[in-house]
């Protein structure tokens, strides 16, 4: 949200550089004026910078500023690309605080762990999984409340009087006559002893969480161009580069002849790094012809995987194995040996891409023995390392700079920081082979990003059950195939227990639904396509498996899908009122519109509920979504207004996907390179999206990604209401659908 350069950017360090002692920080002299800042503990008590504390019981964090001109400043410990996290961490601080909401700004933090870990990742620093709402509710909470409670104090001391007798509304603090805004006590709260403990409001007296009325505060910046993104970055001098990379997937650089390149106007010099040959250049068109100029041999010996067939035909031979043991709750043979019914399907979903409007770049800058980095760092706790070793600098001489990003959807958020790591590695070797500091963008093409990799991997599901005389599930079994996304990098292969890896069966593993006789099995072979994380991980095929066999099953039985449904979540109330909820706003039960059916889905992932009614119809053989009524619980609503967005989106990434995504691999390499190819959904497949949202007085969960995983199945089961065909392989788009 601001201007990254070091001269113009206030960054959290300038507020609270290392070694400041408390009265230091908390007063915070500077070209800012007087601040008021806190630290608050991972476990909610508040602590003043400096203070000792134990490193079992406590992360400090700094959180908020008050200024003299009246400006609350937010220091987001998340990185924001499209979700909304800056609104939402303001209106629980602004609430907690009561402060004005429209004068909280937000600033990004620095990279620093032991403040700004992620509390529901170990205290990594990282934003994904939906955690940045889920993790910070109470520290925005206590952060705003202790932070009330010293402005309280220091207006109490003021004039004399009770502090239970001083009122606080929108950043101003009140008593009889007597009033001042927070800006005028900021000077007098610093001095005041941080509380050991604070009240925070019942809810019944909320203003701003829960409200419709609040809507986003990034929104301006983002829509009239004064947002700064990764690529709008400038720096004196900067210099722009592309990469050539291998071709294929496992191809290694054998040799290039440089010397065309470099005739190209605007080259500065062509550079070997260990991604391929960087075309160092004044600007993007001179660096992409330096490029196109080059002339690169490659080793394709080690160039693989052949084609999707091949890996699909590879993966369900595997699925005849058992593989490795996730859930055997007991023997499944029994039930499906002696059932009256029994269902069998396989199912293939291929490698996605994650198609961010903003394709990878990051900017680097090697000087004064010193390593500076700006762009969309998701995960600082690996970027940091990741770019110090790169540089071949300690860790304490790496500084990065977050900016928001154009989407990410799991993209920036990766265990290799390639795009990171790419731009230190040129600056490097601008260094080291040119004597040079200057700083360099590294700018990935649309192409570049949609061919290198780093895709939701391809997956094939086997599925066998068993149903008794009354309809009922007597035994399954579930194995599942593919790419491990946790072992593909030393930074997250330690996440894997027991050779399973979560993220390739949450949403078959657990399962909230009451399955007697359950087995999973997982196979995870290894492939050169780098595997990672795509927008709801494992629940983007779990939940298409696991809801479409649920329409089946319940059809064998002779019973009403969302009957049948909730006859199995007895266990999972929260998830059994999203499915009411949804069939209810969403006509269950009654006639759709003539050459239309509705479909049904529910399911959990990252802690939130939500169910989905699509209303379908068939044009030239595609499905044709017109509605799709939501229902979702995601505990205390804390910005309606946002929730409802998330899912809209999620509604729309995840239809695109269903209709059209799909990464085709030949030759070992990815037929797709653009949105000409890789479709992304067109405004008018948008279809008309109802969000209802369930009251609740749990804890705030995500719902960043929970919008995606239920969309597919739901189309899925009304194409088959339409049609007859149960579609067992995604998108949509391979299949001639017709109305039965």
Not at 61 to 67: G, H, K, L, S, T
Not at 591 to 606: D, L, N, Q, Y
Not at 733 to 738: K, N, T, V, Y
């Amino acid at each position: 949200m601001h201007f990254p350069h070091p001269e113009l950017v206030r960054t959290t360090e300038d507020a609270t550089p290392a070694g400041l002692d408390r009265r230091g920080f908390l007063q915070g002299a500077g070209a800012a004026g007087l601040v008021l800042g806190l630290h608050l503990a991972a476990g909610g008590r508040a602590r003043a910078a400096g203070e000792s504390a134990t490193a079992e019981r406590f992360a400090p964090n700094a959180f908020v500023r008050i200024a003299p001109d009246d400006s609350v400043t937010l220091i987001v410990k998340h990185h924001e690309m499209g979700q909304g996290v800056t609104t939402g961490l303001s209106t629980i601080l602004a609430e907690e605080l009561d402060a004005d909401l429209t004068r909280v700004n937000a600033e990004y933090a620095p990279s620093d762990a032991e403040r700004y870990g992620n509390l529901v990742m170990g205290g990594m620093q990282g934003t994904g999984g939906s955690t940045a709402i889920a993790n910070s509710w109470m520290q925005m909470r206590e952060a705003g409340a202790t932070a009330r409670a010293m402005l309280v104090a220091a207006a109490a001391e003021r004039w004399g009087v009770p502090a239970d007798g001083i009122t606080v509304s929108k950043g101003v603090l009140s008593a009889g006559e007597r009033s001042a805004t927070f800006g005028e006590l900021a000077e007098a709260a610093a001095k005041q002893e941080v509380p050991e403990d604070v009240a925070l409001k019942d809810p019944s007296r909320f203003v701003y969480i829960g409200k419709q009325d609040v809507h986003r505060l990034d929104s301006k910046g983002k829509t009239d161009g004064t947002a700064t993104y990764g690529i709008d970055v400038r720096l004196p001098g900067l210099l722009t580069a592309v990469i050539a990379r291998p071709p294929a997937f496992g191809a290694t650089l054998k040799g290039f002849d440089a010397e065309k390149a470099r005739q190209v106007k605007g080259v500065e010099a062509v550079l070997e790094i260990p991604e391929g040959v960087a075309v160092v250049a004044t600007g993007m068109w001179p660096a992409i012809k330096g490029r196109k100029a080059l002339e690169v041999e490659w080793d394709l010996s080690a160039a693989g995987p052949a084609s999707s067939e091949a890996l699909y035909e590879e993966y369900e031979k595997l699925a005849d194995g058992a593989g490795t043991e996730v859930v055997a709750s007991q023997d499944t043979e029994p039930g499906l040996v002696g059932a009256t019914k029994a269902i069998e399907a396989s199912y293939r979903f291929p490698y996605l891409a994650h198609a961010s409007m903003e394709p990878m770049n990051c900017v680097a800058w090697l000087h004064d023995g010193r390593l500076e980095t700006w762009g969309g760092h998701q995960f600082p706790s690996i970027d940091h390392p990741l770019a110090a070793k790169a540089a071949g600098l300690d860790a304490s001489k790496v500084e990065l700079h977050s900016l928001i990003s154009g989407g990410s959807f799991g993209r920036r958020a990766n265990g290799w920081a390639d795009f990171t790591v790419e731009a230190v590695h040129i600056v490097r070797a601008l260094k080291e082979e040119h004597d040079r500091e200057d700083p360099v963008r590294v700018q990935w093409t649309r192409e570049d990003d949609t061919r290198a990799g780093l895709y939701r991997p391809l997956y094939v599901h086997r599925a066998r059950i068993g149903l008794d005389a009354d309809g009922g599930v007597v035994g399954w079994r579930h194995r599942i195939v593919g790419q491990s996304i946790m072992a593909a990098t030393e930074a997250m292969s330690g996440m894997i227990h027991n050779g399973v890896d979560d993220t390739s069966v949450e949403g078959v593993s657990p399962t909230p639904y009451a399955i007697p006789a359950f087995s999973v099995g997982l196979h995870s072979p290894e492939q050169p396509v780098r595997p990672l994380w795509w927008r709801s991980v494992g629940h983007t095929h779990t939940a298409y498996v696991m809801e479409t066999l649920m329409d089946e099953l319940a059809e064998a039985a002779g019973k009403d899908p969302v009957a049948f449904r909730l006859g199995m979540l007895e266990a999972s109330p929260r998830m059994a009122g999203v499915l009411r909820l949804a069939a209810d706003k969403g006509g269950w039960g009654e006639t759709p519109p003539e050459g239309r059916a509705r479909g049904i889905a529910v399911h959990k992932s990252f802690s939130s509920y939500v169910a989905q009614v699509a209303e379908v119809s068939l044009v030239d053989g595609m499905p044709k979504v017109h509605r799709v009524t939501v229902a979702v619980d995601c505990g205390v609503a804390v910005n309606p207004d946002q929730i409802a967005a998330q899912m809209e989106g999620g509604v729309g990434f995840a239809l695109a996907a269903a209709l059209h995504g799909e990464i085709t691999i030949k030759d070992g390499k990815a037929q797709e390179g653009n949105f000409d190819r890789y479709q992304v959904l067109r405004m008018p497949e948008m279809p008309q999206v109802d969000v209802h949202i369930l009251p609740s007085q749990e804890a705030p969960t995500g719902v960043g990604e929970p919008g995606v995983p239920p969309l597919a199945p739901a189309v899925a089961n009304a194409i088959y209401r339409l049609t007859g065909t149960r579609v067992r392989q995604l998108p949509f788009a391979r299949h001639e659908l017709q109305a039965a």
